[in-house]
């Protein structure tokens, strides 16, 4: 039998239908190759899906052909698709959500891996992330100043309304990838632009990591496992918080002899919330923080940690001491604008948010 890597296997039941996410890169041909050499004995369908972003020109053309070539080669279903990422960054720019290149890139492709699974073409998408692309992702997030939440950076597993994403790499580093086709012969395509140092991921892997390293060359684990924390703790907070916004989170408008007035409007209920002052003050500080931006999030809407303290400000609390945040009066009356169109209102009872239209 041929070598294969390391995976999690309890993620797989025979008659699973997986479909490979194949750029040509290393990763993804290994992860392809792998799966192709353990079909028989986990009882899987096996197929393949490669998206041509519109970028790179000759060289992506290429890359499709060596997918094309790879999967005929091991007698492997391709799903080929054409986007524009160019098209797209345009449009997202003109709507007024912009989107960055790698953005848009990955946008669409998830867009099309959501597509084949709920088409019924698979039963999950594997994609060929690795742990020197969750060490990146914490790292990067870390700089952009990421709650908890985004500190758990990269998921083993995505559960969507019909499948899954799927990373079963995730705990695999890139130089054993490499490895393991160096004894296959087996060659790969790399991607010329991982090497522009004007995208930050590649600036943090080429010039930010090794340097770190030198501080604690099992970096790349230590920001892993960091991920792996922050995950399992955000799952605690999270049945938490379902536990209990369903008895903070008020909606409507208070109205004289009790009760509240609730627009019957379509759509309506979600335009506000409103929360007791009273109850806010009986939380600890974690919680507290985690109810505003839960609230805000009911909204559409994501609070900075500077957002969060403003917040915290107008309801009464000392606020945390973050650089640059304007202070709020703590009164009634007092009107708190927030980004994406949010509103917080403070009453002599409640804290009010509310989307401004």
């Known amino acids: 039998m041929s070598p294969t890597l390391p995976f999690d296997r309890t993620q797989f039941q025979p008659g699973d239908r997986l479909c490979v996410a194949l750029s040509g890169g290393a990763d993804s041909v290994a992860l392809l190759l792998t799966f192709h050499a353990q079909r028989e004995s986990l009882g899987i369908g096996l197929s393949a899906v490669h998206v041509h972003h519109g970028l790179r020109g000759e060289e992506?053309?290429?890359?499709?052909?060596?997918?094309?070539?790879?999967?005929?080669?091991?007698?492997?279903?391709?799903?080929?698709?054409?986007?524009?990422?160019?098209?797209?960054?345009?449009?997202?720019?003109?709507?007024?959500n912009a989107e960055t290149i790698e953005e848009a890139a990955r946008n669409l492709r998830y867009e099309i891996f959501t597509n084949l699974l709920t088409s019924g073409h698979a039963d999950a998408v594997l994609t060929a992330h690795t742990l020197d692309d969750q060490a990146e992702t914490v790292l990067m997030k870390l700089l952009r100043g990421a709650w908890t939440e985004g500190l758990s950076a990269i998921h083993?597993?995505?559960?969507?309304?019909?499948?899954?994403?799927?990373?079963?790499?995730?705990?695999?580093?890139?130089?054993?990838i490499e490895a393991y086709l160096t004894q296959l012969n087996q060659p790969w395509r790399n991607d010329s632009t991982n090497t522009d140092t004007a995208y930050t991921r590649n600036r943090i892997r080429r010039e930010l990591l090794p340097q770190l390293r030198t501080y604690n060359p099992n970096l790349?684990?230590?920001?892993?496992?960091?991920?792996?924390?922050?995950?399992?703790?955000?799952?605690?907070?999270?049945?938490?918080?379902?536990?209990?916004?369903?008895?903070?989170?008020?909606?409507?408008k208070p109205v004289r002899g009790g009760g509240r007035?609730?627009?019957?409007?379509?759509?309506?209920?979600?335009?506000?919330?409103?929360?007791?002052?009273?109850?806010?003050?009986?939380?600890?500080?974690?919680?507290?923080?985690?109810?505003?931006?839960?609230?805000?999030?009911?909204?559409?809407?994501?609070?900075?940690?500077?957002?969060?303290?403003?917040?915290?400000?107008?309801?009464?609390?000392?606020?945390?001491?973050?650089?640059?945040?304007?202070?709020?009066?703590?009164?009634?009356?007092?009107?708190?604008?927030?980004?994406?169109?949010?509103?917080?209102?403070?009453?002599?009872?409640?804290?009010?948010?509310?989307?401004?239209?």
């Open 220 to 252: 790349d684990q230590t920001l892993a496992n960091m991920a792996e924390l922050a995950r399992e703790e955000e799952t605690r907070w999270q049945t938490e918080l379902n536990r209990l916004l369903p008895q903070l989170l008020l909606p409507g």
């Open 60 to 96: 992506a053309d290429a890359d499709q052909r060596f997918v094309e070539d790879l999967c005929i080669a091991h007698d492997i279903p391709l799903h080929l698709h054409q986007a524009s990422v160019p098209q797209r960054v345009s449009e997202t720019r003109a709507s007024g």
């Open 261 to 357: 007035a609730v627009s019957t409007t379509p759509g309506q209920s979600q335009s506000e919330v409103s929360i007791e002052l009273d109850r806010l003050h009986t939380l600890d500080p974690a919680l507290r923080r985690r109810v505003l931006r839960a609230a805000a999030r009911r909204l559409g809407a994501r609070l900075t940690f500077d957002e969060t303290a403003r917040l915290l400000a107008l309801c009464g609390f000392r606020p945390y001491p973050a650089i640059g945040a304007p202070t709020v009066a703590a009164r009634t009356g007092s009107t708190l604008h927030l980004p994406s169109g949010l509103r917080a209102d403070r009453s002599p009872r409640e804290l009010r948010l509310y989307r401004e239209v």
């Open 156 to 176: 083993p597993t995505i559960t969507l309304a019909k499948g899954k994403i799927l990373r079963p790499f995730l705990q695999t580093r890139r130089s054993e």
